[in-house]
């Protein structure tokens, strides 16, 4: 269980374009979904929290006029790179929490991860 | 500032071997501490999640031990093989009310 796929799992688009990458929950609901940026032989950083059915929440130098976050439904977020630079190609990887939400008292518990979406900017 | 920290060096041991890997974390104080494995050109796997209240967690060959005081934690699998070779990942609880902040990783290769 607790499954959580991502889509494409790689794409190469030319400078100045547009792309969408989708993060599904599979098998259970997600009010919160999370995305990251993985650069090579670096850490995971946090770009946005991603809520359903309102705004994502930016980390602090993530553009958000640049990252299009839209967490349509509980089992689907979407981050859209608009106006790709090289400087954007990155590993692009998503994850959920099952069912929880602001508010609630324990918040602890796994994050489940995306595969993870290869990104070419050329 | 705040940081996590993990052996930048990768770990490299036998087969069969007791790997051992290091996070430590300064200005955090964090309810929990996780593990995480990953993949190359895979997103992370979790493994194990400690709380602070817990000196140990064992899950089949891992075991996960946490010192708040120290403010570390160390990631053990033992009678190592070589499909644990992977990069393991610490993560913390930070900022926000359920955001994970993750260490750079270690990487382990496993020889046989």
């Known amino acids: 269980g607790a499954v959580v796929s991502q889509h494409p799992s790689w794409v190469i688009c030319k400078s100045g374009t547009s792309v969408k990458i989708e993060c599904r929950s599979l098998?259970?609901?997600?009010?919160?979904m999370f995305w990251y940026r993985q650069f090579p032989k670096q850490s995971l950083m946090l770009m946005a929290t991603?809520?359903?059915?309102?705004?994502?929440?930016?980390e602090q130098g993530v553009e958000k006029d640049k990252f299009l976050i839209n967490h349509a439904s509980l089992t689907l977020s979407t981050l859209t790179v608009t106006s790709a630079h090289p400087e954007d190609s990155s590993f692009y990887i998503c994850?959920?929490?099952?069912?929880?939400?602001?508010?609630?008292?324990?918040?602890?518990?796994?994050?489940?991860f995306g595969p993870g979406t290869r990104l070419t900017v050329t | 500032s705040q940081k996590i920290e993990q052996n930048s060096e990768a770990l490299n041991i036998q087969e069969g071997k007791t790997a051992t890997l290091t996070c430590n974390y300064t200005?955090?104080?964090?309810?929990?501490l996780q593990w995480y494995r990953q993949d190359p050109g895979r997103g992370p796997v979790f493994l194990l999640l400690?709380?602070?209240?817990?000196k140990e967690k064992r899950k089949e060959r891992l075991k996960v031990t946490f010192d708040t005081t120290l403010k570390q934690s160390l990631f053990h699998i033992t009678a190592s093989q070589p499909a644990d070779s992977a990069t393991y990942l610490c993560?913390?609880?930070?900022?926000?009310?359920?955001?994970?902040?993750f260490g750079a990783g270690t990487r382990l290769a496993v020889h046989p």
């Open positions: 994850s959920a929490r099952p069912g929880q939400g602001p508010g609630l008292a324990d918040p602890s518990g796994e994050q489940y």
């Open positions: 098998d259970f609901q997600a009010t919160t």
């Open positions: 991603s809520n359903e059915g309102s705004k994502a929440t930016y």
């Open positions: 200005n955090y104080s964090p309810a929990y």
């Open positions: 400690i709380r602070e209240n817990e």
């Open positions: 993560a913390l609880r930070g900022g926000g009310y359920n955001k994970l902040i």
